[in-house]
């Protein structure tokens, strides 16, 4: 028997007939007909390689391990359904707020938001995408439930919990055809030569970029554009030779079309850790809880875990 083959509809056809025995009369109950109630419940008596039921002329009756199997699939099946009406009191018309990186925004928050729609429609789901260097500031303010993004600096993060999903590299890109695109070991005094866009001062990408090009013996940039703004950076970088640097997932979609490279800079301390960030000791709402779930839910669908 393989248990992995089993379904929640399984139980359901089995613990209706069981209640009313008759497939015509369960269906009627669970808001189908008769036939998928019959085939499933065929199904589930393959699977536990086992009848469950008597045929009888007046109906079905449950046979002795039809009894037993009973007592467990109604206990267990009435604290699913008492969990699922307990979550949906607590969800009621509540709002989830997360502020979360734009790398995230574009890649796994569209995914974990649609499953958790798909569940809750009626509850609100509010994204803030600001700059990442206020993220401590609004989790600690209470003006949002939680933040989903790279791992802030350790001074910032004294009072918070912090739970590692992936890691994601700091990348230098470029327009398809720039003039460093085929070159190997690209040197960031090579970068200063061409217009740089970087994320605001005070956000955790920037504190990350101005670690590593001080270590590559530039003091600054030379000529510099900062913003947060994705959509401008992207678009800038398409009509010139500017580079960007940004987490990978921010122009993944770009490097899948080909209309964006990644240049080969040697720059391993610019692997980061993306995660959920919290107030330690503070209780998160339901909805907060499963949004959180989704996000783990799509970041193993994406296989970026």
Wanted: contains cysteine; aromatic residues 6%.
């Amino acid at each position: 028997m393989s248990h992995n083959r089993i379904r929640m509809r399984h139980l359901r056809c089995f613990l209706a007939v069981a209640r009313h025995g008759s497939a015509t009369r369960a269906a009627e109950v669970l808001g189908t007909v008769q036939p998928s109630v019959s085939r499933s419940l065929r199904e589930f008596e393959e699977e536990m390689g086992s009848p469950l039921f008597e045929r009888t002329s007046t109906g079905l009756e449950l046979n002795e391990a039809g009894r037993t199997l009973l007592s467990y699939v109604s206990a267990g099946l009435g604290q699913v359904d008492r969990g699922i009406e307990t979550m949906r009191g607590q969800m009621g018309a509540q709002k989830v707020t997360a502020f979360a990186m734009p790398n995230v925004v574009r890649v796994v928050m569209p995914g974990a938001v649609r499953r958790f729609k798909s569940l809750y429609p009626e509850v609100d789901v509010e994204l803030e995408t600001v700059a990442s260097g206020l993220l401590h500031h609004r989790l600690r303010d209470g003006d949002v439930d939680f933040g989903f993004g790279r791992i802030t600096a350790a001074e910032k993060m004294a009072g918070l919990n912090f739970e590692h999903l992936y890691s994601e590299g700091l990348v230098f890109f470029a327009r398809a055809g720039h003039p460093l695109a085929q070159r190997a070991g690209v040197k960031v005094a090579e970068i200063d030569g061409f217009p740089v866009i970087l994320p605001s001062g005070g956000t955790i990408i920037r504190d990350e970029i101005n670690r590593f090009v001080i270590s590559q013996g530039v003091s600054g940039f030379s000529n510099m554009i900062e913003t947060v703004c994705f959509e401008f950076s992207r678009n800038y970088l398409q009509a010139s030779d500017a580079v960007v640097c940004l987490p990978l997932g921010a122009m993944r979609q770009e490097i899948a079309a080909g209309t964006v490279i990644t240049l080969d800079v040697d720059a391993p301390q610019l692997m980061g850790a993306v995660g959920i960030s919290n107030v330690a000791g503070r209780k998160l709402s339901a909805p907060a809880q499963l949004l959180i779930q989704m996000i783990r839910d799509e970041v193993v669908a994406l296989g970026l875990s």
